[in-house]
């Protein structure tokens, strides 16, 4: 795969994951204060789970969606022929654990690292979104505890 292939397809697969995280975030922006307000007369620790959980859940959909994509389109792009590996390389570079077991060939390499790039954005995303849920949680906050 040429340099420019790389370099175009790894962007476009960044910028799908990218939108499907922002997705996710958007879809929870306006969930969590319905949930809250549905268990608003429920103990504390119920709705603070309840919320915290449909952030999670939100996430970690987005995440496996991503790492699917990247595990399916290394395999129709021909760096891998079978979707064990091509799925275990997709999980090892997006979270960029990078074992290094399991390389990618030469005409691969910069289309590959595409994958850690998305990785690096979008946990950062959840982490935003997870210390967001949590911040308003806390005890003096004006959303979602009263």
């Known amino acids: ?9 790894g962007t476009a697969l960044l910028v799908f994951c990218a939108l499907v995280h922002v997705a996710a975030v958007a879809i929870c922006a306006p969930v ?10 429920r103990a504390a620790p119920l709705r603070n789970v309840s919320l915290l959980t449909f952030g999670l859940v939100a996430i970690v959909v987005a995440h496996t969606i991503e790492i699917w994509s990247w595990a399916l389109t290394l395999i129709l792009v021909g760096a891998f022929e079978e979707f064990e590996r091509s799925f275990y390389f997709a999980t090892v570079t997006y979270t960029t654990l990078g074992y290094g077991d399991i390389v990618l060939s030469a005409d691969f390499r910069i289309f590959g690292t595409f994958a850690s790039i998305t990785g690096l954005l979008t946990f950062g995303i959840s982490t935003a979104l997870l210390i967001g849920i949590v911040l308003r949680l806390l005890p003096g906050s004006r959303h979602y505890t009263e």
């Open 1 to 9: 795969m040429s340099l420019i292939v790389q370099l175009s397809l």
């Open 32 to 41: 969590l204060p319905r949930i809250a307000a549905r268990l608003a007369g």
